[in-house]
């Protein structure tokens, strides 16, 4: 998770407390656990839809 948040802030230019709040709704709408989106985030983000354009 934290790897994963890490990564996405960075990729993002937010804060970590807002690609928690990024990443949360993104699974919320996708139906994803976070788990799962941190591990994709770090090894496959190409392959989640949507979660760029967020």
């Known amino acids: ?3 994963g948040k ?3 802030a960075q990729a ?3 804060s970590v407390d807002e ?3 990024l990443t949360r709704a ?3 709408s ?3 656990r976070l788990g799962d989106a941190a591990r ?3 090894t496959d983000s190409a392959g989640m839809p ?3 354009s967020r």
Do not use: I, K, P
């Open 1 to 3: 998770m934290e790897q």
């Open 6 to 8: 890490g990564a996405f």
């Open 12 to 14: 993002r230019g937010v």
């Open 19 to 21: 690609a928690v709040g």
């Open 26 to 28: 993104y699974c919320r």
């Open 30 to 32: 996708y139906n994803l």
């Open 40 to 42: 994709a985030m770090t």
């Open 50 to 52: 949507g979660l760029a």
